[in-house]
């Protein structure tokens, strides 16, 4: 079973009376340990692809099943416990709590959840990112590509099915991001979870092991390597 499907899914948006078809009857699998790169110009689509992936939005016709479960048929705490435990979320601006350490950051998630340990796993997940011992300090202590960092070991402390990641490099020099992009990667491997990431970044297109190219919300193509 694909950790992510979407089945001739539609998104249109209705503003000031006019409709804008954001996505047209795109349909995707996604398995466990892929890493997908999603392309194409702005306003393609990309966003809202990924919204949709993550149960942030649901789709104007057409479904989309995360761990089989169709992300429509579920209530509110089902929905956040499903965003919260299932789904990780990178983004180009970190997003990072700027009044808590990294610890706190990290820990976070799973402190809403309730679960136990949190500083263990919080730990474990710093490791992975290798910002051991950087736990006590603050985000602007860091550098943009520490920040990135910790919101992936942030987004990974849950153990998600899937990881979205938006622009994940857009904020950062080209070097920095390559090692973005490694990182990503190998954890997509390690933790057998799904990568889909929405980029500009070239590098990121020829790492990745399935293309998804949209245009004007239909997708152009799919390539698999
Ligand atoms: N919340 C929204 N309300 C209205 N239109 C939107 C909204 N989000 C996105 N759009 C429109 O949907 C289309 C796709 O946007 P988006 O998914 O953000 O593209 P991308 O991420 O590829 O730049 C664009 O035309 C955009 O203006
Ligand atoms: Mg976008």
């Known amino acids: 079973m694909p950790i992510l499907s979407l089945q001739e899914v539609s998104k249109d948006y209705l503003t000031d009376g ?119 300090r603050y985000p602007h202590q860091l550098s943009g590509g520490q920040m990135q960092r910790v919101a992936i070991a942030r987004a990974l402390i849950h153990s998600p099915s899937i990881l979205l990641a938006d622009e994940p490099t857009g904020n950062l020099d080209t070097t920095t991001g390559s090692l973005i992009l490694e990182l990503l990667r190998r954890l997509t491997r390690e933790q057998n979870t799904a990568t889909i990431m929405a980029t500009h970044s070239p590098e990121a297109a020829s790492l990745a092991n399935m293309l998804v190219r949209l245009r004007d919300g239909e997708i152009q193509e799919i390539t698999r390597r």
């Open 18 to 136: 006019r409709a804008v078809h954001a996505l047209s009857d795109v349909s995707l699998n996604v398995e466990r340990g892929e890493f997908v790169a999603l392309v194409g110009r702005s306003g393609c689509g990309k966003s809202t692809l990924l919204n949709l992936a993550g149960a942030m939005d649901f789709p104007t016709s057409g479904k989309v099943f995360l761990d089989g479960v169709s992300t429509s048929s579920l209530k509110d705490s089902g929905l956040t416990q499903l965003r919260r435990e299932r789904v990780g979320f990178i983004f180009q601006s970190f997003q990072l709590l700027h009044t808590l350490t990294v610890f706190e950051n990290v820990e976070l998630p799973l402190l809403l959840s309730g679960k136990p340990n949190p500083r263990q796993a919080a730990r474990e997940r710093l490791a992975w990112v290798e910002l051991e011992g950087l736990g006590d």
